[in-house]
């Protein structure tokens, strides 16, 4: 800290006046010096107050900077089939995005921490980070009424993130969100007032109000519409709103397909306390009339008139019942098989409706498509995965439940987005007999057999290194995604626990292009969009 | 550097501030005024010399860069920011104080009044015949005016001053104190209390003080002592003025010619006075600046421009800064006109008055390859404004190409735009940089520097944007509260508790002292303290003090003491650091030691660099005639005790422990007689001091009944527990209790007493375990002064029990250091190796006359006294792990 002028006139200005003021005054000048002290290094780890602002500098790397080396770009360009065997290390193609803040934008449109966000990505875009995830709400968007729509809030981060030169990745969200207080608009939760089984519903009647059931996709429930149609008005007029940013900036947009924007049932929704495995959620009306058809079709007419009798209820051992017990359950049996492969074929059709509205709707712009494929890795090391099977995914020890869901994606020509490729199996609690590490080999390998591009997300924010290390694992070897996108920020991203192991671990990520020793490559800013074919520049 | 980055660092300024407050609560407070009219002999100390009216005024102001309000953007505009500035404007009025006579020679009436709007409270109290200690008790019921509040800390009363008007239509505050001269009252005390700026008024630094008696004094240096001058004569605001003009030296010569004046008066007759005092309030301001960069396209040249709406001169005293760090220089010749060179270092110009307007402003052109422009605006001589404490600081932008698209969009994006330009101005620099020559090796270092700044940026943005979130995160995320997540807080947030894992190492005995050379002494064993797993030390005193020991500190400055000098507690401290181990400091801050007499031959005032008056000092011990309030907690009688009640007491010993933590590398505070005041400002010394760790010395008896040391001991525990919940939770306490039925358990075979009614440890350790420091022996209760002895011979089953119990553990020095070191490290190793915390799960399983048996966090079994115990195989297998006279420890396996 350097003494300014300003300080020393000071002084001298106390020394004007009564003696005694003057010894406090030249008292609290020395202590000014003294602060410099506390700001050296030495003691940011002491005073939390200035800790939690400044960080030591060795966390920092030095930034990339490439030169125009055309070779690279060549070296860097794998065909897209050979993506999925070649690659040994985390590779240059490797996209890298942060999410916005789930409340970027207001209830009333207007951006929230506006400074904060501009502060943010100009960082990220000095790190080196490609672009930013930006959620937009089917509860903001179209708050007032069906059809109206305000992108405003929306419009402005995009101009922010156009500005700050990064790339824009958009989730629709057509689901509500607990965590940042947005709810879903409320001319749709009015006819869930009157109509509740517009919801997905278990066993013991229980709602889950955070988004609409699937068996209402093509039910007129909105004045003579189905939420397929709202839906796809929605992202028709978000792309003509958008147009000006549509393959420039926002390079993909992502489909919210379920609860959290995951394909699957709500089954399990609540914090984890038990040992449960969730819940079916086949009880709301629509739902319990088609299953009731499509009984009767089989030939099986009594199968139809409920749900799996003996599966447990949330609270309940998920392999305590007589459903999902591992030896004997009666999910191996033949009205088990009748059962999961309707309850998992209905959200199969689901996602096939919601991917096949997206894409084509999209098809006219140079973005990319994705949906989010649940990562449901408690009880997967069991026989009978009552997790998966209870949120809609019939994988069991006997079948591949992702083939389907995956091959659905294929169909529509969009990309995967993985959560949770930061969870480690050791990390899980032991009697939840989980493995994040495994499900998600099994899913990447469906993806490989389909050709499928994969994005990546953590599940939470990483509070230690390992939790990085795991992600760089995940994004390195035969698993390797195009997209990692990091979520999310916020105070805890920009705090000094965690900022700090995030450059580091970006530096990480970056690594092997250190190696080409200050070779600099000017952006090569190609009008395909296929991420493979892009060479990062970090510092443009 | 871009507006984010000024910004930042205004953050960086205020939170150092809170580290010191002493700094900028100077800067905003209204200063005291000082007059002169107290009729108390003037003898007193030092401080009362001087009486230049003038208040300080060397004001900071501080303005907040309100970036959205901007001007209009031009299209060349570079950079263009409104920062609101406080000015300071004195207004001036009085203080009037009357006394009159009511209905009868016995009823008199008060009139305090003051002349300035606002909302003013009469903060007073009266003394009474044959207080001693007190200046200041609570007056009788009926003498208190309507809206009047009782004051419990200080023995106070808030009365609130009415608005009334004068003959002359002028609005005017007064209060009306009614008194009957019967009822004892000597002298009713006061200062004048500012609602909305929680300024005081006072008497040249003391309270006002109206005498209404007979005011005997027995300082015989005060000519006609014993003679009554209670009453003001009416010239008295004459008198005052007189003195006020006068030098220190001469006052009492004033004085005694006031009193041969003053007309000889009966004891306990009242006359009326009136009387008015200036005062002098400061208030802020709203003003604002403008500065604005323009880039001339076709020089080059940057062209910035200060408007401000300040009346009157404004000289906005400037430098440039020619690299990224803040170094003031001065730019190439020409000045702007009406600019001076202030001691080669920063230039002076006078902005140009607008005419008809009430705007000054100025232009300044500045070369290219300048990184800012600094600057400073100045009112008058002692009227300074800059930008929240830092001088406003606006960057230049070096680049030569400026995005035009920039400046077409709306203000309310203004600060991400100019950072924008910024920021694209650095990557076009690293792009020239880079595309020049990239394989030219000596432009690898260019290369580094443009990475260096770009790293700087990022903590800043990360920084910033950190600020803003965190400050906004109680808005959600308040639902998923885990129990996990509920215990994790208390760790974190509260300072001063640690980590959990310590263990304590009090560093010194009774005796450390005498050889002169402690510190060096300890330096030899710090690595030996260290291998046997002792995370925290506890260092002896450290300041001047009359007593060798160093309990009876005295400048708190000064550290050298008998335990070595300064420099060799430095080392000491940094050696420790080396091996791994948190030092804590013994602060003092109950009492402390006068260095020279008040007029009355009592020792309180001090001298050093805390050269507090007996304002300082509690009122209510009489030894020590303290004038400040009530102490607030027991007396320590050998020594004035300090009164924390006082805000200039409290600032100065936060600054002091602030300063202990940076220049001697103190983590923690043992805090000595902490039984003395209030818990709760030592959650303010800690909450400023911010140490790793601090534990409190809250040392009082047990409950006995009969002689017979009651099983009960929730009430003593629970007085502990009172000052640890006063403190907020950010110390420890010392876990006397523990020792004390310790004693009695192992003494006389009372081991059921270690379990309490509910099962549990009957200390604090049972109550809130992660602020029980718990210890067997420290300098006073053992070594030569024994004032409280663990029983003899059982000093192990003392440790066997704290060691492997919850809270954190505290070993006596002289118990390393003698035979016992070995068992203690045995102790002390099964404590790390299972991780026992300071709040690990304590089972007892066997509490009986000849037996105590626990087993800890299912992970630690251990037993202490002759009986029998062996823990259960179970779900764990226990292997012995340590034993010795009368304990035994075992690990599970």
Redesign the interface.
């Known amino acids: 800290m350097?003494v300014?002028?300003?300080g020393s006139?000071?002084v001298?200005?106390?020394g004007?006046?009564?003696?005694?003021?003057r010894?406090?005054?030249l008292?609290?000048f020395s202590?000014?010096l003294?602060?410099a002290?506390?700001?050296s290094p030495k003691?940011s780890g002491?005073?939390?107050?200035?800790s939690?602002?400044?960080?030591s500098?060795k966390y920092?790397?030095?930034?990339i900077?490439k030169?125009?080396a055309t070779a690279q770009t060549e070296a860097a360009v794998t065909s897209e089939k050979a993506s999925g065997t070649r690659r040994s290390e985390v590779d240059n193609n490797l996209m890298l995005y942060v999410g916005l803040?789930l409340?970027a934008v207001s209830s009333t449109n207007t951006i929230?921490?506006?400074?904060?966000?501009?502060?943010?990505l100009?960082?990220l875009?000095?790190?080196g980070v490609d672009g930013v995830e930006l959620p937009i709400w089917w509860g903001i968007a179209e708050k007032e009424a069906r059809g109206q729509y305000n992108w405003a809030g929306y419009l402005?981060v995009a101009?922010?993130v156009q500005?700050?030169g990064l790339k824009l990745h958009v989730s629709l969200c057509f689901h509500a969100c607990?965590?940042?207080?947005v709810p879903l608009p409320e001319w749709v939760s009015q006819i869930g007032e009157s109509q509740p089984d517009i919801y997905f519903t278990d066993r013991s009647g229980q709602r889950y109000k955070d988004c609409l059931s699937l068996s209402v996709d093509d039910l007129p429930i909105f004045d003579g519409k189905t939420p397929i149609q709202v839906y796809k008005e929605f992202c028709e007029n978000f792309k003509t709103s958008f147009s000006s940013f549509m393959g420039s900036t926002i390079t993909g947009i992502s489909i919210g397909l379920g609860p959290d924007g995951e394909l699957r049932y709500p089954s399990y929704h609540k914090?984890a306390?038990s040992q449960g495995a969730g819940e079916f959620q086949c009880y709301d009306k629509n739902m319990l009339s088609h299953l009731k058809q499509h009984a009767e079709a089989s030939g099986n007419p009594l199968w139809g008139l409920s749900g799996p009798h003996d599966a447990p209820s949330s609270k309940e051992l998920a392999t305590s019942s007589g459903f999902l017990k591992e030896h004997g359950g009666s999910w191996e049996s033949q009205y088990g098989d009748f059962f999961l492969s309707w309850y998992a074929g209905q959200l199969i059709s689901h996602g096939d409706r919601l991917l096949s509205l997206a894409s084509s709707t999209f098809s006219d712009v140079p973005i990319a498509v994705s949906g989010k494929v649940p990562l449901m890795h408690s009880w997967y090391q069991t026989r009978s995965h009552p997790a998966e099977l209870m949120a809609g995914i019939y994988n069991t020890v006997n079948r591949d439940g992702y083939e389907g869901i995956i091959e659905v994606f294929s169909r529509n020509s969009c990309k995967a987005i993985l959560p949770g490729i930061d969870l480690a199996d050791e990390d899980q609690p032991k009697e939840t007999r989980s493995s994040p590490e495994s499900l998600l080999e099994q899913i990447i390998f469906s993806c490989r057999k389909y050709g499928i591009e994969i994005s990546g997300q953590n599940a939470r924010i990483s509070g230690s290194p390992s939790g990085f290390q795991q992600i760089k694992k995940s994004l390195t070897g035969e698993n390797a995604v195009d997209l990692f996108t990091y979520q999310r920020?916020?105070?805890s991203?920009?705090?000094?626990e965690h900022?700090p192991s995030f450059?580091a671990f970006v530096r990480d990520l970056r690594q092997p292009q250190l190696h080409s020793d200050?070779?600099?490559v000017?952006k090569v800013d190609s009008a395909e969009s296929l991420p493979e074919k892009n060479v990062q520049m970090q510092?443009? | 550097m871009s507006a984010?980055a000024t910004e930042?660092l205004v953050?960086?300024s205020l939170?150092?501030r809170?580290?010191?407050p002493?700094?900028h609560a100077?800067s905003r407070r209204a200063?005291p005024l000082?007059l002169n009219c107290t009729r108390r002999p003037l003898s007193a100390g030092p401080?009362l010399?001087?009486f230049?009216l003038?208040?300080?005024?060397?004001l900071?102001l501080r303005a907040s860069a309100s970036?959205d309000t901007a001007a209009v953007v031009e299209s060349d505009v570079v950079f263009s920011e409104t920062f609101s500035l406080k000015r300071p404007v004195k207004v001036e009025g009085k203080i009037t104080i009357r006394l009159v006579n009511g209905k009868d020679e016995e009823n008199w009436q008060l009139i305090v009044g003051c002349s300035l709007p606002g909302k003013w409270v009469l903060h007073w109290g009266v003394k009474y015949i044959g207080d001693v200690g007190s200046e200041w008790d609570q007056p009788p019921p009926e003498m208190r005016p309507p809206g009047s509040i009782a004051i419990k800390v200080d023995y106070a009363i808030e009365s609130p001053l009415e608005k009334s008007s004068t003959l002359e239509g002028e609005s005017f505050y007064e209060v009306k104190i009614d008194f009957n001269t019967n009822n004892s009252i000597t002298a009713i005390n006061f200062v004048l209390k500012d609602e909305d700026s929680g300024s005081w008024y006072q008497h040249r630094?003391r309270d006002f003080k109206v005498p209404l008696t007979e005011y005997r004094h027995d300082d015989g240096n005060v000519v006609g002592a014993k003679k009554g001058f209670g009453i003001w004569p009416g010239a008295f605001g004459q008198l005052s003025n007189m003195l006020l003009k006068s030098e220190g030296a001469e006052n009492k010569m004033d004085f005694t010619s006031c009193e041969s004046k003053a007309p000889p008066q009966q004891n306990s007759r009242l006359e009326g006075f009136y009387e008015e005092h200036p005062i002098v309030r400061e208030t802020l301001v709203d003003n604002s600046v403008t500065v604005s960069v323009t880039q001339c396209p076709e020089t080059a040249k940057n062209l910035l421009y200060i408007e401000t709406d300040l009346p009157g001169d404004v000289i906005v005293?400037w430098?440039v800064c020619k690299d990224k760090?803040?170094?003031?220089e001065l730019p190439e010749q020409p000045y702007p006109s009406e600019t001076k060179v202030?001691?080669n270092?920063?230039l002076r110009t006078l902005l140009q008055r607008k005419e008809g307007g009430t705007c000054s402003s100025g232009s300044f052109t500045l070369d290219v390859g300048l990184t800012a422009f600094?600057f400073?605006l100045k009112l008058n001589?002692?009227t300074?404004l800059?930008n929240m404490g830092k001088?406003f600081y606006i960057p230049l932008s070096s680049s030569r190409v400026l995005n035009k698209e920039?400046s077409q969009?709306h203000s309310?994006?203004k600060?991400?735009?100019s950072?924008?330009a910024y920021?694209d101005g650095?990557?076009n620099e690293?792009?020239n940089?880079?595309?020049d020559i990239?394989s030219e090796k000596s432009r690898?270092t260019k290369?580094?520097e443009a990475?260096e700044s770009?790293?700087?940026?990022?903590?800043k943005?990360?920084?910033?944007?950190?600020?803003?979130?965190?400050s906004?995160?109680p808005?959600?995320?308040e639902?998923?509260v885990?129990e996990a997540e509920v215990l994790k807080p208390s760790v974190k947030i509260a300072?001063g508790t640690g980590s959990g894992f310590e263990v304590v190492c009090q560093g010194f005995n009774w005796e450390s002292h005498k050889s002169g050379r402690w510190y060096m002494e300890l330096h030899q064993k710090a690595a030996e303290l260290s291998s046997l797993g002792f995370t925290v030390v506890w260092l002896p005193p450290p300041t001047e003090s009359v007593s060798p020991e160093g309990y009876m500190p005295k400048d708190l400055y000064n550290l050298n003491s008998r335990y070595g000098s300064i420099d060799e507690l430095k080392s000491l401290v940094k050696r420790f650091h080396e091996v791994g181990i948190m030092v804590l400091g013994d602060a003092v801050l109950n009492h402390r030691c006068a260095h020279y007499k008040n007029q009355n031959g009592i020792w309180n005032i001090f001298g050093g660099?805390l050269?507090w008056d007996d304002r300082a000092v509690v009122a209510d011990d009489p030894h020590f005639q303290g004038r400040g309030n009530k102490s607030s907690g027991d007396n320590f009688h050998a020594a004035p005790n300090i009164d924390h009640s006082q805000e200039f007491v409290r600032k100065d010993l936060k600054?002091w422990l602030?300063?202990l933590?940076?220049e001697i590398g103190y983590?923690g505070w043992r805090l000595d007689f902490v039984r003395g005041f209030w818990g709760g400002y030592v959650k303010d010394y800690i909450d400023a001091s911010?140490p790793?760790f601090a534990v409190g010395e809250y040392w009082d008896s047990l409950n006995y009944t009969y002689g017979e040391m009651d099983h009960n001991q929730d009430a003593h525990r629970q007085r502990i527990v009172d000052w640890i919940n006063a403190t907020n939770g950010c110390a420890g306490a010392f876990d006397v209790t523990t020792k004390g039925i310790l004693h009695s358990a192992l003494e006389r075979y009372e081991y059921w007493r270690l379990s309490d009614e509910k099962g549990k440890p009957p200390g604090v350790v049972g109550w809130w375990p992660s602020r029980a420091v718990t210890f067997i022996e420290n300098h006073d209760t053992g070594s030569t002064q024994g004032h409280w002895r663990f029983p003899g011979g059982k000093e192990m089953q003392g440790y066997a029990y704290i060691l492997t119990h919850p809270g954190t553990p505290t070993v006596f020095y002289d118990h390393i250091f003698s035979d016992y070191q070995s068992e203690l490290s045995k102790l002390i190793s099964v404590r790390t190796r299972n991780k026992i915390h300071c709040r690990s799960i304590v089972k007892v399983m066997k509490a009986e006359r000849d037996v105590y048996a626990a087993i800890i966090d299912e992970k630690v079994a251990m037993k202490i006294g002759p009986g029998y115990y062996e823990p259960q195989t179970g779900p764990q297998k226990w292997s012995l792990a340590t034993e010795g006279k009368d304990y035994k420890v075992w690990e599970a396996s």
């Not at chain 1, 004007?16 to 003021?21: A, I, K, P, T």
């Not at chain 1, 002491?46 to 200035?50: D, I, P, T, Y």
């Not at chain 1, 991203?493 to 000094?496: A, D, I, L, M, V």
């Not at chain 2, 003038?54 to 060397?58: D, G, L, V, W």
């Open positions: 350097e300014s002028v300003i006139s000071q001298n200005n106390l004007r006046v009564d003696l005694r003021y010894e406090v005054g008292c609290s202590k000014n003294n602060f002290k506390i700001s003691y002491l005073f939390v107050g200035q939690s602002i400044s960080w500098s920092l790397f030095p930034l900077v030169a125009s803040p409340d929230n921490h506006a400074r904060a966000i501009a502060a943010g100009k960082a875009k000095l790190l402005s101009e922010m500005k700050m607990k965590e940042s207080r914090p306390k920020m916020g105070a991203f920009f705090s000094p900022f450059t200050d070779l600099a000017e510092a443009a | 984010v930042l953050h960086y939170r150092r809170t580290l010191v002493g700094i100077y200063p000082y401080s010399s001087s230049e003038k208040a300080p005024k060397a900071t970036t630094g005293h430098g760090g803040r170094k003031w202030f001691k270092k920063a600094v400073a001589e002692n300074w800059n001088d920039h969009s309310a994006n600060t991400k735009e950072s924008t920021t650095i990557i690293i792009r940089l880079v595309s990239a690898k290369i580094k990475q770009i790293l700087q940026e990022i903590e943005l990360a920084a910033e944007a950190y600020s803003i979130f965190r906004a995160i808005t959600f995320t639902e998923e885990s300072s660099r050269n600054e602030c300063w933590r940076q983590d911010e790793y």
